[in-house]
């Protein structure tokens, strides 16, 4: 069976190099190129961009970006069984896939890229979230990437674009929406994936914002949402009593009621409090 990039089809791919899916990587694989390019598509224009692409595995997702025109891909891959496949593709597309063999949480890629720098991956579960959360939190704002599209599962994708009043509104709503435009692109059943996890899919869609949507300090606001959501539907009056003296007359100020609770405040709300506290 011929493929639109003249590489073999991924169940081929899998067989020869044997990837037999570890489950303490995360391993549940996209075998249809079709899925994967209109994934990549979700991107956005990848043809003046350089991409970081994490956990390729056998190569779906990073046939899919570089088919839809990606400048180059630096992909990060923690299983060297992987390698031997990732490199036919570096052969198919000479000087546009740079493969590393590391753990992306423990290394920094960006000095190997020039901008704009867009982040696109099917995560692995286990680590998806503390990725999400350290390229969100970074030093100095704007960051080094342009965009991030990525693959969670669904009641993550979920909570990452819940607004408030909803179950699934917490500390990465707030965290997500303050600094970026977050919007699920698209979602999968199990089925799209082998092996087929027991859960859904969601691929999420966050655009940087180069201002934050309201004036705060990022660790005053870390602070107070995780003491707020750590007692969730407690008074913020009780849940925030160790954050700051007279929290009561700062909620007021900030137009807060004292007797309200962390998931009936609006990001404003939150950041007009970070205000408040920081005086
Ligand atoms: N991108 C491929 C696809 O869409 O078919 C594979 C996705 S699979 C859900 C997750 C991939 O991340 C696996 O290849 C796994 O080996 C890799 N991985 C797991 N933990 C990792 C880590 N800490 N750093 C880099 N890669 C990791």
Redesign the pocket.
Known sequence: MSTIDGLPP?REVIKTHDLVA?KQ???????DLNL?AKIARMAGDLSGSDVI??????????RGLLAEGARRVLA????AR?LPALAEISDAYPGRLEVIN????TIDPTDRLTGPIRIV???????GTELLVRWLTPAVWPPFWDSLTL?FQKEVAERIVAKPGSKAYGRLALLAQWRTEARIVMTLPPEA?TPAPKIHSAVVHLKKLNEPRYPADGAVLARLTAAAFNQRRKMLRSSLKGVAPDIEDRLIAAGIAPTDRAEDIPLEGFCALAREVAK
């Open positions: 991924l570890k990587l995360g391993q549940n694989f996209l075998l994967t692409e994490v956990g390729p595995g056998p190569g779906g997702l990073t990060i891959e923690k299983d992987c590391a753990d992306a949480l991956a099917n995560l692995p579960y286990n680590v693959m994936f």
